[in-house]
């Protein structure tokens, strides 16, 4: 099977700007969830979406916010950006929602905010 | 600290030693996960344990529970260049809404 692959890999941007990053998830995965590494906080969880719905989503503003399509996959949209965006954002699929699954991980796609 | 704390930070052992690292965590859990990400291959998904388990093994990983302490330990013998990596454990203790990772463990293994 083929894994989760994120598009783009890498990504520049102005400040102000707004940015959709996509996930592809594992075939047959119906859970996706995203989360943003950066070196000072290390991995943070950002949102899950099973069945085209957010079931959870983390302690991050209302600039990110994201969607998921019938097919599973999965975009995640952040306006009105700011330096401290820049960040590696991971997409994770998982076979059913919840945490009782491992979670696959996409490469990510490199944010820079300029 | 965190939910889930990985100690040491950073850990450098020559190839063939074994290395061991441990998670630390405050609230119950449901299971408890081990992760690993290297600039090749990404987060990669190593163990998962249950809280009702006590050990669990995977090739060279063996990786212990110990709920009573709250604290989780991942254990890689007979390490190889190519274990070289971050090691983040990974728990459900945000109430089971979300993985609550660590900041990691940064093992070198030196040839």
């Known amino acids: 099977k083929a894994g989760v692959t994120q598009t783009p890999r890498y990504l520049i941007k102005t400040r102000g700007q707004q940015v959709t990053l996509s996930c592809s998830p594992i075939?047959?995965?119906?859970?996706v969830s995203w989360y943003q590494q950066t070196p000072g906080q290390g991995l943070q969880f950002l949102f899950e979406?099973?069945?085209?719905?957010?079931?959870n989503k983390g302690n991050f503003p209302g600039r990110f916010s994201g969607r998921q399509f019938s097919n599973s996959r999965s975009e995640m949209n952040v306006s009105t950006l700011e330096l401290g965006d820049s960040a590696l954002y991971l997409c994770?699929?998982?076979?059913?929602?919840?945490?009782?699954?491992?979670?696959?991980f996409g490469p990510g796609t490199r944010l820079t905010v300029t | 600290s965190q939910q889930g704390e990985e100690d040491p930070q950073a850990l450098s052992i020559q190839e063939g030693e074994n290395a061991t690292m441990n998670c630390s965590y405050k609230?119950?859990?449901?299971?408890l996960q081990w992760y690993r990400q290297n600039s090749g291959r990404g987060l990669v998904h190593l163990i998962l344990?249950?809280?009702?388990?006590r050990e669990k093994h995977s090739g060279r990983l063996r990786v212990t529970l110990d709920t009573s302490k709250k604290s989780s330990s991942l254990l890689i013998t007979a390490s190889r260049a190519a274990d070289t990596a971050s090691y983040f454990c990974?728990?459900?203790?945000?109430?089971?809404?979300?993985?609550?990772f660590g900041p990691g463990t940064r093992l070198s293994v030196l040839p």
């Open positions: 979406y099973f069945s085209e719905t957010q079931r």
């Open positions: 990974a728990t459900d203790g945000n109430y089971g809404q979300n993985f609550v």
């Open positions: 344990i249950r809280s009702n388990e």
């Open positions: 075939s047959g995965h119906r859970s």
């Open positions: 609230t119950s859990i449901n299971n």
């Open positions: 994770a699929s998982s076979l059913e929602a919840g945490l009782d699954y491992e979670q696959y």
